[in-house]
């Protein structure tokens, strides 16, 4: 029966969001939720910024008929409508990053005081269990807006904030087992069905396109960082706080790698620039496409590499040390290739922000 009901919240999910699609796109030009191409953003054509609220409506669509979520679930569910809508406020009107972060910050503080859920411990660290007190209220505050922007700066080509987000869910699953916590993995299966008509019509593989602006890129980020708090958090569960890591990794990697590099040049480190992941393969001379590909498959290689570090039962304090590793080699490696980019072009100072890139940070 539990499973019945959740393939049908999937199939309402996932034609809620083709019917949301369809619909939107009539009333995007009206509402002024637009993306025009102008000095720094190159698409072809006006491309209506409708993603997010599409996703949005398939997964409350699907959260009606499935009916089994609890205070947790319906608690985030209710925070990231708001969340939506400040995305599409930001996209239509260009809100001041104060305003974001206020906003932001009172729904996760909502969250925590209306469910008690927030990051309370990181585990045992070699051998000792690492329990953070209220200290890890502020931190769950920092890790959910830091995700929220790690997916809004890896949306700069097309389908990929959204394919990894399905990778970040596929390592979720993996990692957590799909009878862990069932009412979190349930929003985390009509999140990824509600992703699929998006990224479909997104690919161009279903006429007119579109982009999920900051609508969606803050859905996407805001329900991976709370599904991952709670399913790390609570006991009886195989999902530890490192192993949240590896299952956002590529974006964690991407964003930790292009502050170090701003700030090591001495810029700051939120002012945009073409330094990330996607422009350095698009200055490799690959594809749009086959940069997507690759990322892709990067990202799954991670989680995949990290899931079998965890598995050999080193602990948690030899897990983290393979991700610090990780994330030196890959930072010192990207910042290499950009920097000889760079001076083969003859730049000195990074360029305006590429086409899709969202201008948080």
Not at 31 to 42: A, I, Q, T, W
Request: aromatic share 6%.
């Amino acid at each position: 029966m539990q499973d019945t009901r959740m393939i049908l919240a999937c199939v309402v999910t996932a034609l809620t969001s083709i019917v949301a699609i369809t619909v939107l796109q009539r009333f995007a030009a009206p509402l002024g939720l637009v993306d025009h191409p102008n000095e720094r953003k190159h698409h072809v054509g006006s491309v209506p910024l409708i993603g997010g609220l599409a996703m949005y409506s398939g997964i409350l669509a699907g959260a009606l008929v499935y009916g089994r979520f609890h205070t947790f679930e319906n608690t985030l569910l209710a925070t990231a409508g708001i969340l939506v809508l400040l995305g599409a406020a930001d996209d239509r009107f260009d809100l001041s990053v104060r305003t974001r972060l206020l906003v932001q910050t009172t729904l996760i503080l909502t969250v925590v005081g209306s469910t008690g859920v927030y990051i309370h411990t990181l585990g045992h660290i070699f051998g000792y269990r690492l329990e953070l007190g209220w200290v890890g209220i502020p931190l769950t505050v920092i890790a959910v807006i830091g995700l929220l922007n790690a997916f809004n700066m890896m949306d700069g080509i097309d389908g990929l904030a959204g394919g990894l987000a399905l990778v970040s869910i596929a390592a979720i699953t993996l990692f957590a087992g799909p009878t862990t916590l069932q009412g979190t993995v349930a929003l985390m299966t009509l999140l990824a069905t509600a992703a699929i008509p998006y990224l479909a019509a997104n690919l161009g593989l279903t006429g007119r396109k579109i982009f999920m602006g900051d609508a969606g890129s803050m859905l996407l980020g805001y329900l991976l960082a709370w599904s991952l708090i709670r399913l790390s958090q609570q006991p009886g569960t195989h999902l530890s706080p490192v192993d949240v890591l590896w299952c956002v990794a590529l974006p964690v990697l991407d964003t930790l790698a292009v502050m170090y590099r701003r700030m090591r040049l001495g810029r700051s480190p939120f002012k945009p620039d073409r330094g990330h992941i996607h422009h350095i393969l698009l200055g490799m001379g690959l594809s749009p496409r086959a940069s997507l590909v690759a990322l892709i498959a990067l990202a799954a290689s991670i989680a995949l590499f990290g899931h079998v570090t965890s598995s050999l039962g080193l602990g948690s304090g030899s897990n983290l040390a393979a991700f610090c590793i990780l994330s030196m080699t890959y930072t010192m490696t990207v910042m290499r290739i950009w920097m000889s980019q760079q001076a083969r072009l003859g730049v000195h100072r990074t360029g305006p922000v590429a086409a899709n890139d969202n201008h948080a940070i």
